[in-house]
């Protein structure tokens, strides 16, 4: 079965400066999928970043950017420039083709002015 | 484009009574996926749908059970309810292809149950 860790609850930022979310995953699968999604206050999810397994470049959506190291099995999201709407719960998973979405427990992330 | 819309957003039902929750993908999405979400368990995901076949099942009892339409929409049944049913249902809508390859999941505000 595939496992999804984030392993810090909670995270605190300054505005403007840069934070890195830890994410690890267990999987014995060879093409898969990983995602970031972002959870606000007015809990609807927004998804944030996505990386195909099989793409050694690291995805980049404006100021969000993931490393993933697969031999590693870790996915981290790096938030550069940290704005006051960052604040939200974090959410990893990972999605094998034709499968369900598992997530992490989340990490709960907040920006300070 | 209308994003994913789910009714109720706001449920309260009594220990062993039904439900029935919608789900209304975004248009062009055939793939719906229902997750339930409680901050003890977090996100755990309990079936996806791709037309009107249900292709995947998470591990949760017989008592909950889905469908989806021929119009892609989907609604989520459960059963007898249980307090530990109370928990935010999420549906999310995906352009899935036929192969099964994901795309990004697209998902609604959620339906708010509590069981008392």
């Known amino acids: 079965a595939q496992t999804v860790t984030q392993s810090q609850p909670e995270m605190s930022v300054q505005e403007a400066e840069t934070v890195t979310l830890s994410c690890t995953y267990d999987t014995s699968e060879n093409n898969y999928y990983l995602f970031w999604y972002k959870q606000p206050p007015s809990r609807q999810m927004i998804l944030v970043i996505r990386?195909?397994?099989?793409?050694?470049q690291n995805a980049t959506e404006n100021r969000f950017s993931v490393n993933f190291q697969k031999a590693a099995k870790s996915f981290s999201l790096k938030i550069s420039d940290s704005q006051l709407g960052d604040t939200a719960m974090y959410f990893c998973a990972f999605m094998k083709q034709g499968w369900d979405m598992r997530f992490g427990a989340g990490t709960r992330l907040t920006v300070k002015p | 484009k209308a994003g994913v819309t789910q009714t109720p957003r706001y449920l309260i039902k009594t220990r062993g009574q039904q439900v029935t929750l919608s789900c209304s993908p975004i248009s062009g999405h055939r793939s719906v996926s229902w997750y339930q979400q409680t901050p003890g368990q977090g996100l755990q995901f309990l079936f996806e749908y791709f037309s009107e076949t249900q292709r995947n099942k998470g591990n949760f009892p017989g008592r909950f059970s889905g469908r989806q339409f021929s119009n892609s929409r989907s609604e989520m049944n459960v059963s007898t309810l249980e307090l530990g049913d109370s928990a935010l249902y999420l549906c999310?809508?995906?352009?899935?292809?036929?192969?099964?390859?994901?795309?990004?999941?697209?998902f609604g505000p959620g339906t708010r149950l509590t069981v008392t």
């Open positions: 999310a809508s995906s352009l899935m292809s036929s192969s099964g390859v994901p795309y990004e999941q697209y």
């Open positions: 990386q195909e397994a099989y793409k050694q």
